[in-house]
């Protein structure tokens, strides 16, 4: 079974639109948790972490439910730059990440 | 602020030859660093990470080696490239107190 799971999308969204997806951990020991943004043949970089109370940043909402082992991010009022692959992130020692495929987002004009 | 560099951008190379690529971070000491690499449509597959000047762990074994001969730089080398190796390699920072992780731009390697 993979560390974290993620549906691949694509996700198809109109501009304006609301958005969002999970991530599923298999590490019940996970202590942090992070999504990241990878643009097309970029590096990823931090979106946002994600913590135990849910936190948002701007129009984009990330909640963690650790019972179930999933995490979720959603974004509100799409834009055209919004468009990325999403990474969902789980810490499972001080120096290793366990990254997710990604979910791609696609948002049309 | 910090700032992370890796270079080459691209590189194109035949099967059985060696590779070099170089990653720099400036603005912090003592920095963890890694290498990953992303094959098309995957995830990032953690290859090595580096505690400190001349310390190494590996993730997976195969024909890569990584060294850290500073302490802001690491080494990712292969003696004999494999077709497998072609991807996308990500050298990524981070500092203890902190929690994640930031990434250089990447070497897109082909290999043919």
């Known amino acids: 079974r993979k560390e ?3 549906d691949p999308g694509p996700f198809n969204v109109p501009e304006g639109a609301t958005v969002a997806f999970n991530c ?3 590490n019940s020991a ?5 999504w990241y943004r990878q643009d097309c043949r970029k590096e990823p970089k931090l979106l946002m972490s994600v913590y135990s109370s849910g936190n948002e940043d701007g129009r984009f909402t990330a909640q963690l ?10 974004i509100r009022d799409s ?3 919004d468009s990325a692959t ?3 992130v789980v810490r499972i020692n001080d120096y290793k990440l366990s990254f997710g495929a990604g979910t791609t987002v696609t948002v049309r004009a | 602020s910090q700032t992370i560099h890796q270079w080459p951008a691209t590189l194109v190379q ?4 060696p590779l070099s690529l170089e990653c720099t971070v400036e603005g912090t000491s003592n920095p963890n660093l890694y290498w990953y690499r992303q094959a098309a449509g995957r995830g990032l597959q953690l290859l090595f990470y580096s505690v400190g000047i001349g310390q190494i762990s590996s993730e997976v074994p195969q024909n890569l080696s990584a060294s850290r001969p500073q302490d802001r730089q690491f080494i990712l080398s292969s003696k004999k490239l494999l ?3 072609s991807g996308f390699y990500l050298c990524a920072w981070s500092v203890l107190s902190q929690r994640t992780q930031y990434f250089g731009p990447g070497t897109r390697l082909t290999v043919l």
């Open chain 1, 4 to 6: 974290v799971e993620q």
């Open chain 1, 24 to 26: 599923t951990y298999s």
């Open chain 1, 30 to 34: 996970s202590q942090s948790f992070f």
């Open chain 1, 65 to 74: 439910n650790r019972a179930s082992q999933y995490i979720s991010l959603l």
């Open chain 1, 79 to 81: 834009k055209l730059s």
């Open chain 1, 86 to 88: 999403y990474l969902c």
């Open chain 2, 14 to 17: 035949p099967v059985g030859s």
């Open chain 2, 83 to 85: 077709l497998s190796d």
